[in-house]
T-cell receptor, first 109, second 114 residues
């Protein structure tokens, strides 16, 4: 059974204080690992896809990396507008995603 | 504007009263899916559709039905809702059935079953 564990459950940062979110996974034959952002009362918004160990993707202050057992979402010099819940998901087959429970990030001014 | 539209956004109903949550996308996406999101459990897939007239069960399909008669629409049907179906429901779509991890989500439908 595919499993995704995200840590920490919640993270509070000061504006400008860089940090990382972790996504550990167990899957038989990883097809892709996906990061999403979810704002309160909204649907998740796709951020990144990572396919193989060593791959990295960047978007503004976010950088996602992948190893054979985990992925990190690095947030550099975060701003209050980066506050959201960040979800990680893995895919083994062609259809089903297994999501983690998310990390709730709060960035204070 | 590219979007996935769900209706209703909020609904309170009673046990056993059939209801349908509609989902429509305007992006000509091939793949569509329904998820429910519950505190402490995260997002779980209910049903998905690779294309018109092709649907299949996800992880938690019990108590739900779907149909895909047109490419743009993918309604979720609760024939006899029960309180354990109280949840936040999301419809999602992706361009290709070969790339179903990059999903475009709707705004969600919050359902309460009394």
């Amino acid at each position: 059974e595919d499993q995704v564990t995200q840590s920490p459950e919640a993270l509070r940062l000061q504006e400008g204080e860089s940090s990382s979110l972790n996504c550990s996974y167990t899957v038989s034959g990883l097809r892709g690992l996906f990061w999403y952002r979810q704002d309160p009362g909204k649907g998740p918004e796709f951020l990144f896809t990572l396919y193989s160990a060593g791959e990295e993707k960047e978007k503004e202050r976010l950088k996602a990396t992948l190893t054979k057992k985990e992925s990190f979402l690095h947030i550099t010099a975060p701003k209050p507008e980066d506050s959201a819940t960040y979800l990680c998901a893995v895919q083994a087959g062609y259809s089903t995603l297994t999501f983690g429970k998310g990390t709730m990030l709060l960035v204070s001014p | 504007e590219a979007q996935v539209t769900q209706n209703p956004r909020y609904l309170i109903t009673v046990t056993g009263k059939k209801l349908t949550v509609t989902c429509s996308q305007n992006m000509n996406h091939e793949y569509m899916s329904w998820y429910r999101q519950d505190p402490g459990l995260g997002l779980r897939q209910i049903y998905y559709s690779m294309n018109v007239e092709v649907t299949d069960k996800g992880d938690v399909p019990e108590g739900y039905k779907v149909s895909r008669k047109e490419k743009r629409n993918f309604p979720l049907i609760l024939e006899s809702p029960s309180p354990n179906q109280t949840s936040l429901y999301f419809c999602a779509s992706s361009l290709s059935s070969k790339n179903t991890g990059e999903l475009f989500f709707g705004e969600g439908s919050r359902l309460t079953v009394l």
